[in-house]
């Protein structure tokens, strides 16, 4: 049975950091692209970053523009783990971070259970 649990999550003031895990169990996702998604209170999941394979030509990651030079999402492939280290925490970061991973390209057909990240101002 695969599985992507995430952790990490937390009560955080604002300008404060967290990093959060996602660990994945029954398959290895060392050749899958990889993402955090969040959902905050009364709003749709959104996209936060991605992280492509290392076994690409060149492992790249992609951020929301509301997260670039905050957030890095980084991946060990050895520990089967991505991570998201979030500097600079803002009120508006609150929500449930989901971690997720493609089978299909371009589809995440895994997703975690979700931890949650609070910000208080």
């Known amino acids: 049975q695969v599985q992507l649990v995430e952790s990490g999550g937390g009560l955080v003031q604002a300008g404060g950091s967290l990093r959060l895990s996602c660990a994945a169990y029954?398959?290895?996702?060392?050749?899958?692209?990889m993402g955090w998604f969040r959902q905050a209170p009364g709003k749709e999941r959104e996209f936060v970053a991605r992280?492509?394979?290392?076994?690409?030509?060149?492992?790249?990651?992609y951020y929301a523009d509301f997260v670039k030079g905050r957030f890095t999402i980084s991946r060990d492939d050895a520990k089967n783990t991505m991570y998201l280290q979030m500097n600079n925490l803002k009120p508006e970061d609150t929500g449930v971070y989901y971690c997720?991973?493609?089978?299909?390209?371009?589809?995440?057909?895994?997703w975690g259970q979700g931890t949650q990240v609070t910000v208080s101002s």
């Open positions: 029954g398959r290895t996702f060392s050749s899958a692209t």
């Open positions: 997720a991973a493609q089978q299909t390209r371009g589809k995440y057909d895994y």
């Open positions: 992280i492509t394979p290392l076994s690409w030509s060149a492992m790249n990651s």
